[in-house]
């Protein structure tokens, strides 16, 4: 595998692949910056490294062993990236909100999209809110959903803060797509507090009509099992929350009027493994630990495990 991006990402999925005993192996790392700590590690790990920009990665000589590539740069320059490795074969996965491909989120829909040859991983904020959204959904008719992602500004590098357009739009159609609400909305904030604080997320749900709250309660519970089996730092951080909202005493809503049913309230922490990144990152965190899953279960699906997956950032 390749990964192309240097920075943050790159870095920690290389120190994730390589310090783990799954079927990944990492062929390569592309970036920019000759001098980035990304590529001074990867070159004390013995992987092989290009400087060149995007389009490095083509002229490598062991290019032909490169199944899977890890895309950690933004959201423009991804779009460049496909366009250039489209005809290669590679598989990529998109860890920008370009979303070029079908939206991923493993514990969701991963089943649906293993032959997908471009897959995106959404955003940190979807990664960690979406499962709990589709949870829900699982019970009842999610009628409008709204999630709220608070991240430390010393976790906000400068890809995070270039595609924070990009964040809300692809969060808020993964909410839908993904998720399975009918209607969907994403905010992030950038939190300047010091010392940093952990990532974390607010999930709303308007569950149309009378609905059973202990198996919606059991359906959050048993996804963030699922979602911690790979990224260990995900937790609730309260009991989850319920108020019902009758014909008597109904919820107004500006744009659809009044509403009846429960309003579910999930509130979330996500801290980092500490691989590479403070345990404050634990936005960046979700994303490597999710796009690693995911890779494994392709590698699994479509790639004999003896044969070397590319991994680009």
Not at 110 to 131: E, F, I, R, S
Not at 193 to 221: F, K, Q, W
Not at 278 to 302: C, F, Q
């Amino acid at each position: 595998m390749a990964i192309i991006g240097s920075g943050n990402i790159g870095t920690d999925l290389l120190l994730k692949i390589v310090g783990s005993d799954g079927p990944l192996t990492v062929a390569a790392m592309v970036g920019v910056d000759p001098h980035s700590d990304g590529l001074a590690r990867a070159r004390r790990m013995g992987v092989p490294v290009t400087a060149d920009g995007a389009g490095g990665l083509l002229s490598m000589p062991d290019f032909a062993d490169i199944k899977l590539a890890f895309d950690a740069t933004s959201a423009d320059t991804h779009r460049a990236n496909w366009a250039a490795l489209r005809d290669s074969g590679i598989r990529m996965l998109d860890l920008t909100p370009a979303s070029v491909g079908p939206m991923c989120v493993p514990v969701v829909n991963l089943n649906g999209h293993l032959d997908a040859p471009n897959l995106n991983m959404v955003t940190c904020g979807g990664q960690a809110t979406v499962p709990i959204v589709a949870a829900i959904a699982k019970t009842g008719i999610v009628s409008y959903a709204e999630i709220v992602s608070s991240i430390s500004a010393k976790s906000a590098g400068p890809g995070t803060r270039a595609n924070i357009d990009e964040f809300i739009e692809t969060t808020s159609a993964a909410i839908q797509v993904v998720g399975g609400a009918r209607r969907g909305k994403a905010v992030m904030i950038v939190n300047p507090a010091d010392p940093p604080v952990l990532m974390r997320n607010t999930v709303y749900c308007l569950v149309d009509g009378d609905v059973d709250h202990r198996s919606i309660e059991n359906e959050i519970l048993d996804m963030v099992g699922q979602v911690a089996a790979y990224v260990p730092g995900y937790r609730l951080k309260q009991d989850v929350q319920f108020e019902v909202f009758g014909h008597d005493d109904p919820l107004y809503i500006p744009e659809t009027g009044k509403f009846t049913g429960t309003r579910v309230t999930v509130l979330l922490e996500v801290a980092g493994a500490g691989d590479y990144l403070p345990a404050y990152a634990g936005n960046l965190d979700i994303m490597t630990s999710a796009a690693k899953a995911t890779a494994e279960r392709l590698a699994l699906h479509g790639l004999h495990p003896a044969e070397t997956v590319g991994a680009t950032t």
